[in-house]
Structure formats: structure tokens, C-alpha cells
Nanobody, 124 residues
């Protein structure tokens, strides 16, 4: 059974940085995409970034492009989200997800396994 465990969230001032980690276990990941989503109170879950496990091809939402970087460590089965120049509007619960295929998609329906989420709060 796939398990995705996020960590690294917290409270940071605007302009600061955080690095989220997603430890993956219990399945095969090399043939799939991995993604990060976020959900703010009262809003729908939205796509942030995704990466193909093999090859490392990435894709970003326009709102985070140039500020966030997704990466993976194959040896550790871990996916990261480096978040720089954080803004108050980045405040949300951030979720790691495993894609249903290796195709980089941006919709929640394209991902089949989810972590429990980690809270990121950016103060102004």
C-alpha cells in the first residue's frame, strides 16, 4: 500500500523559504509522476508542481513558477518542494500525491494516492 508522508511545513515570514519533503513507500514509483497540490481554507485543492520520477521532467503552476522548485531523490524515494520568496497567498495545506501514470497532469483526478498534508503559513 502506497504511503506518502509530508514534512517541512511551518510558519514563515513573507519573502522567506521552506522546503517540503514527501517520503514515499509501499509501491513502485519509477513509472509515475509525483505532484504537489495545496488547499487554502474555503478553496479547492489546486495544482502546484509535478515531476516525472524517471528523467526529472517538471511542470509548474504559473503562480509559483520561478519561486518553487520540485525535485526528487531516487535513492531516498523522496520528493521535495523548495519554496522561495513566499507570499501570504501561498498559505495552505500542501499535499504530496502519486500520479496514476507518468504523464504530467494538473488535475487531482490524475493522482491516485495522497499524503496527509503539511501546513504552510506565510505571515505578512
Amino acid at each position: 500500500q502506497v504511503q506518502l508522508v509530508e514534512s517541512g511545513g511551518g510558519l514563515v515570514q513573507a519573502g522567506g523559504s521552506l522546503r517540503l519533503s514527501c517520503a514515499a513507500s509501499g509501491g513502485t514509483f519509477s513509472s509515475y509522476a509525483m505532484g504537489w497540490f495545496r488547499q487554502a481554507p474555503g478553496k479547492e485543492r489546486e495544482f502546484v508542481a509535478s515531476i516525472r520520477w524517471v528523467g526529472g521532467v517538471t511542470y509548474y503552476a504559473d503562480s509559483v513558477k520561478g519561486r518553487f522548485t520540485i525535485s526528487r531523490d531516487n535513492a531516498k524515494n523522496t520528493v521535495y518542494l523548495q519554496m522561495n520568496s513566499l507570499k501570504p497567498e501561498d498559505t495552505a495545506v500542501y499535499y504530496c500525491a502519486k500520479g496514476k501514470t507518468s504523464v504530467l497532469v494538473t488535475t487531482t483526478s490524475g493522482f491516485g494516492s495522497w499524503g496527509q498534508g503539511t501546513q504552510v503559513t506565510v505571515s505578512s
